[in-house]
Nanobody, 124 residues
Framework: VQLQAFGGGLVQAGGSLRLSCAAS????????MGWFRQAPGKEREFVAF????????YYADSVKGRFTISRDNAKNTVYLQMNSLNPEDTAVYYC??????????????????WGQGTQVTVSS
């Protein structure tokens, strides 16, 4: 499976963006998916997670109530709706997939494949 994230850009504080992650190859509808981000000079961190059918989602405390993860298995795509953005959200955002959902969602080794990242910049 190959993942391609897009939808990033420059937005003012308080604004919104929707990221998309399109998957090619077979099996997407059975994979749990996550979003991570990496800000300049910082380690990559977990942002959000969704199970294969969208029945369970999980968020980092820093984005809870502002970001929403969703998926459309018919389109092989997972989304990250980001509202009320602030400069601390500036980062490269990556999508990632788990072939077998292990219950672990916040750590990088739990994911089997990754997209290339899309830049989100929030100006103050």
């Amino acid at each position: 499976v190959q993942l391609q994230a897009f939808g990033g850009g420059l937005v003012q504080a308080g604004g919104s963006l929707r990221l998309s992650c399109a998957a090619s190859g077979r099996g997407f509808s059975s994979y749990a998916m996550g979003w991570f981000r990496q800000a300049p000079g910082k380690e990559r961190e977990f942002v959000a997670f969704i199970t294969w059918n969208g029945g369970t989602t999980y968020y980092a405390d820093s984005v809870k109530g502002r970001f929403t993860i969703s998926r459309d298995n018919a389109k092989n795509t997972v989304y990250l709706q980001m509202n009320s953005l602030n400069p601390e959200d500036t980062a490269v955002y990556y999508c990632a997939g788990q072939i077998d959902y292990s219950g672990v969602v916040t750590t990088e080794p739990a994911y089997d494949f990754w997209g290339q990242g899309t830049q989100v910049t929030v100006s103050s």
